[in-house]
């Protein structure tokens, strides 16, 4: 199963929904808005002079964002699309950036640079396979010192949908739709794995990095799952037999400085 181009044509339509969106609001990010969040803006912190390689970017709305805060970005996403309109935004800003279309494990085979931070967010680990090897992408993509930063769904709000916690290795293939309002019911077919937050950790620790922190958080910045509900001034959350499930998690972890991958 070519799992890499079912993906790549479902996500180069999906952009063409995507950038025309309220949940993008590529005319706000235009006018000058932010499209990161509290979450990550906090845990990353400074960026300014350094060196930042944002993996599955999109089209690049939190690459760039990045850049306005003094970062020397780069992207990188599978749908040629993304590529092209993430090329576009960069020039309707007037931002310097550099964007590659590469599958993040392929990329992770040619790529030779290394970066002071390595960034990914919000429903990219679920397109992987391997975390062996995507672990071993962001080691690489490192700086001795560099640190990596991931901001992710929780797995637990899969759990309540029917998917499998535990993974046993085998790809959940569906036909759906995307996740922004002006989704017109048309589907695609995607292929996806399920990944246990200790897989995340442990093909984190056995590339060499060193974990720093790890936090879940009961709060959503999209409402992009069923059965959520608005807290104002914090997020969307959602309750389970009445306790909050966590929405988010966030991993830090950093590259040892004399260490050479």
Same mark, same amino acid.
């Given at each position: 199963?070519?799992?890499?181009?079912?993906?790549?044509?479902?996500?180069?339509?999906?952009?063409?929904?995507?950038?025309?969106?309220?949940?993008?609001?590529?005319? @706000?990010?235009?006018?000058?808005?932010?499209?990161?969040?509290?979450?990550? !803006?906090?845990?990353?912190?400074?960026?300014?002079?350094?060196?930042?390689? &944002?993996?599955?970017? &999109?089209?690049?709305?939190?690459?760039?964002?990045?850049?306005?805060?003094?970062?020397?970005?780069?992207?990188?996403?599978?749908?040629?699309?993304? =590529?092209?309109?993430?090329?576009?935004?960069?020039?309707?800003?007037?931002?310097?950036?550099?964007? +590659?279309?590469?599958?993040?494990?392929?990329? @992770?085979?040619?790529?030779?640079?290394?970066?002071? +931070?390595?960034?990914?967010?919000? @429903?990219? !680990?679920?397109?992987?396979?391997?975390?062996?090897?995507?672990?071993?992408?962001?080691?690489?993509?490192?700086?001795?010192?560099?640190?990596?930063?991931?901001?992710?769904? &929780? %797995?637990?709000?899969?759990?309540?949908?029917?998917?499998?916690?535990?993974?046993?290795?085998?790809?959940?293939?569906?036909?759906?739709?995307?996740y922004t309002e002006n989704c017109?019911?048309?589907?695609?077919?995607?292929?996806?794995?399920?990944?246990?937050?200790?897989?995340?950790?442990?093909? !984190?620790l056995m590339a060499g990095l060193? =974990?720093?922190?790890?936090?879940?958080? %009961?709060?959503?910045?999209?409402?992009?799952?069923?059965?959520?509900?608005?807290?104002?001034?914090?997020?969307?959350?959602? !309750?389970?037999?009445?306790?909050?499930?966590?929405?988010?998690?966030?991993?830090?972890?950093?590259?040892?400085?004399?260490?050479?991958?």
């Open positions: 199963m070519d799992y890499l181009s079912i993906n790549k044509e479902a996500w180069d339509k999906r952009t063409q929904v995507h950038v025309g969106s309220e949940f993008y609001d590529v005319a @706000g990010f235009k006018a000058g808005q932010c499209s990161l969040n509290p979450v990550e !803006l906090a845990q990353v912190g400074a960026v300014k002079g350094k060196s930042l390689l &944002h993996l599955q970017c &999109h089209f690049g709305q939190d690459t760039l964002s990045w850049a306005r805060l003094g970062a020397d970005v780069t992207g990188v996403d599978l749908s040629a699309n993304a =590529i092209t309109q993430a090329n576009a935004l960069k020039g309707a800003v007037n931002l310097k950036a550099e964007f +590659i279309e590469s599958d993040v494990l392929q990329f @992770g085979q040619v790529n030779t640079r290394q970066f002071d +931070i390595v960034f990914t967010s919000y @429903g990219v !680990l679920c397109w992987l396979p391997d975390l062996t090897a995507w672990a071993n992408t962001v080691a690489g993509a490192l700086k001795p010192g560099g640190v990596f930063h991931l901001v992710e769904f &929780h %797995p637990v709000n899969d759990l309540l949908a029917g998917y499998a916690y535990f993974p046993d290795g085998a790809p959940d293939i569906e036909e759906e739709g995307t017109d019911g048309t589907k695609n077919t995607t292929v996806t794995w399920t990944h246990s937050v200790s897989d995340v950790i442990n093909a !984190l060193n =974990i720093e922190l790890f936090a879940e958080h %009961p709060y959503s910045p999209y409402d992009c799952f069923e059965g959520l509900e608005y807290v104002p001034g914090l997020g969307y959350q959602r !309750l389970y037999q009445g306790q909050q499930v966590p929405m988010l998690y966030s991993i830090k972890a950093s590259k040892r400085k004399g260490s050479d991958d």
